[in-house]
């Protein structure tokens, strides 16, 4: 089975660093998904892992440990634009590209 | 340009009719998806098809229908058999590691 682990809430302070964790167990590994979704709208790509280590862009970074099942998302240097919630999700070894997601981690930055 | 349209953004129905809900894509994406998300909730995976003529049923496949007679187009039809659907249907199409997704509809039954 499938199983996407994110924390519900989060709020940091604009200009602040938030990091959001996710914890999968999945039949198959075939890459870790980050999604931005601003309430209403259809989620935005952030980022891809498949490989160990850290992907950065810009003033967002994910990290993978795929022996620990675990990822995170980093926000750097955040704006209140940054208010949004993040998806997690993991393509498992199945067929189809599909992908499997986590609840949602919602952020509230505050001034 | 292009991208993944759907429409309505908004849609209410009266309990027992049938709905469908449009997805139209000018990516020439072979494989395209529809999820359900609820209020405060993941996306969660109705159908999904990885070329024309040819669908499979995800997660929560009850009460829902598709077809993808061409490549362009996925339409999901809720029927009166699902028992609550309310909710926010997100379209999407993927090539390579990415997944692009729509606008959304979202769905009200009265």
């Known amino acids: 089975g499938q199983n996407i682990d994110q924390p519900t809430e989060m709020t940091a302070t604009e200009g602040a660093i938030v990091q959001i964790n996710c914890t999968y167990q999945?039949?198959?590994?075939?890459?870790l998904f980050w999604y931005q979704q601003h309430a209403g709208e259809a989620p935005t790509f952030l980022s891809y892992?498949?490989?160990?280590g850290l992907e950065e862009k810009g003033r967002f970074s994910s990290f993978l440990s795929r022996s620990k099942g675990y990822s995170y998302l980093l926000l750097k240097e955040l704006q209140m634009k940054d208010s949004a919630s993040y998806l997690c999700?993991?393509?498992?070894?199945?067929?189809?590209?599909?992908?499997?997601f986590g609840g949602g981690t919602r952020l509230m930055v505050k001034p | 340009d292009g991208g993944i349209t759907q429409s309505p953004k908004y849609l209410f129905r009266k309990e027992g009719q049938n709905v469908t809900l449009s997805c139209e894509q000018n990516?020439?994406?072979?494989?395209m998806y529809w999820y359900r998300q609820d209020p405060g909730q993941g996306l969660r995976l109705i159908y999904y098809?990885?070329?024309?003529?040819?669908?499979q049923k995800g997660d929560i496949a009850e009460g829902y229908s598709v077809s993808r007679e061409k490549k362009e187009s996925f339409p999901l039809t809720v029927t009166s058999a699902q028992k609550n659907p309310t909710a926010f249907y997100l379209c999407?199409?993927?090539?390579?590691?990415?997944?692009?997704f729509g606008p959304g509809t979202r769905l009200t039954v009265l």
């Open positions: 999407a199409s993927s090539y390579n590691n990415e997944q692009f």
């Open positions: 990516l020439n994406h072979d494989a």
């Open positions: 999945t039949s198959g590994f075939n890459g």
């Open positions: 892992n498949v490989l160990d």
């Open positions: 098809s990885q070329i024309v003529n040819d669908f």
């Open positions: 999700a993991v393509r498992g070894g199945n067929a189809g590209n599909m992908l499997t």
